[in-house]
């Protein structure tokens, strides 16, 4: 079993950055993908930024060019750097952790706000 914890949600203004954490524990293997989707009130999770196995990356055409994905392998923790936030970015994040199967997180609520 895997564990999935993200940290570093908050309040912003407009503009603003932040740097979600996430870090999967348990029975942990060395060839992992990390991800996170985002969910607004009422919606489904739509994809934010994932990071495969092969460490390729992608984007939503939303968040590209702002927001940056990455991870320490040794020891499954995973970063979404969000810089030139907005409005619009207001959700909940959850990360995923994915070998052959994917464990979630509870999700860290992110409000961009004046």
């Known amino acids: 079993q895997v564990e999935v914890v993200e940290s570093g949600g908050g309040l912003v203004q407009p503009g603003g950055t932040l740097r979600l954490s996430c870090k999967a524990s348990?029975?942990?293997?060395?060839?992992?993908?990390m991800g996170w989707y985002r969910q607004f009130p009422g919606n489904q999770r739509a994809m934010v930024a994932e990071i495969k196995a092969d460490c390729a990356t992608n984007y939503a055409d939303a968040v590209q060019g702002r927001f940056t994905i990455s991870r320490l392998n040794a020891y499954a923790t995973g970063y979404l750097q969000m810089n030139a936030l907005k409005e619009e970015d207001t959700a909940v994040y959850y990360c995923?952790?994915?070998?052959?199967?994917?464990?979630w997180g509870q999700g860290t609520k992110v409000t961009v706000s004046s």
């Open positions: 995923y952790y994915k070998e052959y199967r994917t464990f």
């Open positions: 348990g029975l942990i293997s060395p060839y992992y993908g």
